[in-house]
């Protein structure tokens, strides 16, 4: 369930529903490029590697066009000291038409400014959300890490 203390972004991109839900599901294109397991279809999961640091997700709603959710299953973050801290929150994209294209609205379910990684997550999904993935729908090129 979403609360207004999870934290969001909107991008507003020049695409069709389509083709931005298509580009959010190419993980290793905009956020990570070592990425192992399947980004699309309810049930599938995958994991995102940043060296040592991980998470794993599995996708709890996938509606293509529209929705998918992320529910983060496992995780390992050893700059916190709650290294799993992000186990149990939820990355969802919801994705509605507009007269110039799409808006796509990243939330992540239970990033709350409670959390000691707030504040770099705030600025990890600003860089890959509103920059990499907007440049990858927009230009074709986003800037995931590279490991």
Same mark, same amino acid.
């Not at 980004?39 to 049930?43: A, N, P």
């Not at 599995?58 to 066009?65: D, W, Y």
């Given at each position: 369930m979403i609360t207004t203390t999870?934290?969001?972004l909107i991008i507003a991109v020049p695409s069709t529903p389509a083709d931005a839900f298509d580009a959010v599901c190419r993980v290793s294109d905009w956020w990570?490029?070592?990425i192992e397991g399947e980004?699309? !279809?309810?049930?599938s999961a995958f994991i995102v590697r940043f060296g040592d640091p991980y998470v794993e997700f599995?996708?709890? &709603?996938?509606?293509? !066009?529209e929705t998918a959710s992320w529910l983060v299953t496992?995780?390992?973050l050893p700059w916190l000291e709650d290294k799993t &801290?992000?186990?149990g929150t939820t990355v969802r994209f919801d994705i509605s038409p507009t007269n110039d294209g799409s808006q796509v609205t990243l939330t992540h379910i239970g990033l709350v400014r409670e959390l000691e990684c707030y504040e770099s997550c705030e600025q990890g999904w600003q860089q890959y959300f509103?920059?990499?993935?907007?440049?990858?729908?927009?230009?074709?090129t986003g800037?995931?890490?590279v490991r």
């Open positions: 999870d934290f969001q990570v490029t070592d980004t699309r !279809g309810v049930g599995k996708n709890v &709603e996938f509606a293509p !066009g496992d995780c390992y &801290e992000w186990t509103q920059n990499s993935l907007k440049n990858l729908i927009q230009e074709g800037a995931p890490q």
